[in-house]
């Protein structure tokens, strides 16, 4: 994406769905929630005809015509499960073949026998952070469940010491280092030096995880002390397999889409041209389905053959890997069409309007609108896409390190709270097993020190470089 279209994003938008003013929509959005929330709570309604029953007062309460609505919320639906769905499902049959085959319980076994004890919170943190450096964050998850369920459950700790680490390193990857989309795209707007920005993000990564990882986890923990869902959770190997394939070819699998993924991140960086042939295979054969596609038909020979699964039980593992995730393909498709709904009233817009106005230093004010577009419409790419264009001429005057503290301010401020109108939201919440209540209190909360943590940290620097 080049800096003239980020920066004149909102301008080729297309014009809202109604004409409510700020007000009307700020009433609107908290309208929304509102009803999403106390049918959840109160009532018990299955999260997906809640968030569709939310979209729906979203949208009258905003006035706009309720068949635009319906179209809204179908349109963010759709393009949600195209975007993530497959890759849900790619995961989820991944998974399973890996607890079929005894693949997880190999990985389980040797990472319990390397670092126990109050090492693990630490260990996970490292592994989500190193697999999700190319990934997003939907791939990230589903790639790392089954083990953080399976050392959770066979190693007798909270799910929240184990998962809150993971999902802090699968975040922070995710918002404040390139080659993320979020952040290359605000690299790209404000004219920041690549190697510069990832150098600074490190230093503002690494404590930020390390509070909202192990340390946010010994509370969360006290907070939700839940088990590891059984409908998720992967079990032991059937007493009838005899073999289990090795360490390194279960790592191997499990780590293929993350190199797939991240040689066409390098490739892409290093060369730089669409036309060039390289870059297009690399393109290709690194995109998120294309990695995890080959991850799952590798895996059917390092994983299932190693085994000795014949075309049948791989047929089965297949089957047994895709019927849990029916609900939750629904539920995050539901949530990007509440999403969805926020955007095409205009809310990001509004968000954008009042923000013009707003008399703060350059980085407090682009990690505030990024805040208030992400609070708007649940996305933190949209946050950093849209913060990024209309911050961007105040880094017209700025030298080099604080450009760079700049990208990373609107990528901190990208990922505050994390609630009902976020698809991870409800990914992290089905995952785990937990109400909503108890999403608030740990993923919300964590997804908020990460963004307050990050964003203090850039504020420090700027004082120093």
């Known amino acids: ?73 179908t349109n963010g639906l759709g393009s949600t499960v195209a975007g993530v769905g497959v890759l849900i499902a790619l995961g989820a049959i991944l998974g399973r073949l890996l607890a079929d085959s005894g693949g997880a319980d190999r990985i389980v076994d040797t990472i319990l026998a390397k670092a126990g004890g109050r090492a693990m919170p630490w260990a996970m943190v490292l592994i989500a952070s190193v697999v999700g450096l190319p990934l997003f964050f939907e791939v990230g998850i589903v790639l790392l469940i089954p083990v953080v369920l399976m050392v959770a459950r066979r190693g007798g700790y909270s799910l929240m010491r184990i998962g809150i680490p993971a999902l802090a390193g699968l975040s922070v990857m995710h918002g404040l280092i390139p080659p993320h989309p979020g952040p290359l795209v605000a690299i790209d707007a404000l004219h920041a030096n690549l190697g510069v920005t990832l150098a600074l993000g490190l230093v503002v990564a690494v404590p930020t995880v390390i509070v909202a990882g192990p340390l946010f986890s010994r509370v969360a923990a006290r907070w939700v002390d839940v088990p590891a869902p059984d409908r998720m959770l992967p079990q032991r190997p059937s007493e009838e397999l005899r073999r289990r394939p090795g360490f390194a070819a279960t790592l191997g699998t499990v780590l293929l889409p993350v190199v797939l993924m991240l040689a066409k991140a390098l490739v892409d960086i290093v060369i730089d041209d669409p036309a060039n042939r390289t870059q297009r295979v690399f393109d290709v054969i690194g995109s998120p389905l294309i990695a995890l596609l080959a991850a799952v038909l590798v895996g059917f020979f390092t994983l299932g053959r190693a085994a000795g699964f014949g075309r049948d039980r791989l047929q089965q593992t297949v089957e047994k890997g895709l019927m849990p995730i029916a609900g939750i393909l629904l539920i995050v498709g539901a949530g990007g069409g509440f999403k969805q709904t926020l955007v095409d009233c205009g809310v990001g817009q509004m968000i954008l309007d009042v923000s013009r106005d707003w008399s703060v230093p350059a980085l407090l004010l682009g990690w505030l609108i990024a805040v208030a577009i992400r609070l708007a419409t649940g996305s933190a790419t949209v946050a950093t896409v849209s913060a990024a264009g209309l911050v961007a001429p105040l880094a017209a005057d700025m030298s080099t390190t604080h450009t760079a503290l700049l990208v990373l301010a609107i990528g901190a401020g990208s990922l505050f709270l994390s609630q009902v109108n976020d698809a991870g939201f409800w990914l992290v919440k089905e995952y785990f097993g937990l109400s909503v209540g108890q999403t608030f209190k740990t993923w919300s909360l964590m997804e908020t020190i990460v963004s307050v943590v990050a964003g203090g940290l850039v504020l420090l620097l700027s004082l120093v470089v």
């Open 1 to 73: 994406m080049t800096s003239l279209r980020v920066a004149t994003l909102a301008a080729d938008a297309p014009p809202p769905i109604t004409s409510a003013g700020h007000g009307q929509l700020g009433v609107a959005v908290l309208v929304g929630i509102a009803v999403i929330v106390v049918l959840i709570t109160r009532f018990r309604l299955h999260a997906f005809l809640a968030l569709t029953v939310g979209s729906l007062a979203l949208g009258a309460a905003a006035g706009a015509p309720l068949d635009k609505v319906i179209l809204s919320f």
